[in-house]
């Protein structure tokens, strides 16, 4: 099993800054990838920010120049961070993170409890 925990969501004014950290533990040898989602009320659930298989990023149109993803490793627990600059009101909507993990038979899929990101106008 993979744990992810959250942090980093709160209240901001808009043009303000918020940076999320996302910290992965448990069998982290089998993440293959990690990415950030987000859902705002009434919204379906979509992916804000992930890395390609070369190491890339990716970013949902209207979060990019604004948003950038980042990761880091430790002895047990690996990092994903999202630096969110510039935020709108349209960025709010409650953060999840994401990790791709491999099973014996199958991938894997874990996600965190979400942190809450508000944006005022």
């Known amino acids: 099993q993979v744990q992810l925990v959250e942090s980093g969501g709160g209240l901001v004014q808009a043009g303000g800054s918020l940076r999320l950290s996302c910290a992965a533990s448990g069998r982290i040898f089998s993440i293959n990838a990690m990415a950030w989602y987000r859902q705002a009320p009434g919204k379906q659930r979509e992916l804000v920010a992930s890395?390609?298989?070369?190491?890339?990023?990716?970013?949902v149109d209207s979060v990019k120049g604004r948003f950038t993803i980042s990761r880091d490793n430790a002895k047990n627990t690996k990092y994903l961070y999202l630096q969110m600059n510039s935020l709108k009101p349209e960025d709010t909507a409650v953060y999840y993170c994401n990790a791709e993990g491999s099973g014996s038979y199958s991938l894997r899929y874990y996600w965190g409890q979400g942190t809450q990101v508000t944006v005022s106008s």
């Open positions: 890395f390609t298989n070369s190491g890339g990023t990716n970013y």
